[in-house]
């Protein structure tokens, strides 16, 4: 399994961001993928989550109204659309499936919010 994030960077605040997660290692269309962030000194926080069709999302009340997940699993990817970023969300965001009773994570990519 391998989960390779990308598209962080630095951003003003009330900017954008896509971020993209590309799966190898196992069938992607078939597990649910989650955005997880992790600040310094912070615990690791649930962003969003879809369903292995897409058909069902959810996110972080920190979140709602402005970050959606998407999936195309065509291209065994995940991705995660960020508009009108804060200073706060700053962190480091990872991409997350859960399967044969293990967790996996990408290495993870960063994005700061600042002006």
């Known amino acids: 399994v391998q989960l390779v994030e990308s598209g962080g960077g630095l951003v003003q605040p009330g900017g954008s961001l896509r971020l993209s997660c590309a799966a190898s290692?196992?069938?992607?269309?078939?597990?649910?993928m989650r955005w997880y962030r992790q600040d310094p000194g912070k615990e690791r926080e649930l962003v969003a989550g879809?369903?292995?069709?897409?058909?069902?999302?959810n996110y972080g009340d920190s979140v709602k109204g402005r970050f959606t997940i998407s999936r195309d699993n065509a291209k065994n990817t995940a991705y995660l659309q960020m508009n009108s970023l804060k200073p706060e969300d700053t962190a480091v965001y990872y991409c997350?499936?859960?399967?044969?009773?293990?967790?996996?994570w990408g290495q993870g990519t960063q994005v700061t919010v600042s002006s």
């Open positions: 290692g196992f069938t992607f269309s078939s597990y649910a």
């Open positions: 997350n499936v859960f399967l044969g009773m293990h967790f996996y």
């Open positions: 879809i369903s292995s069709a897409g058909g069902t999302r």
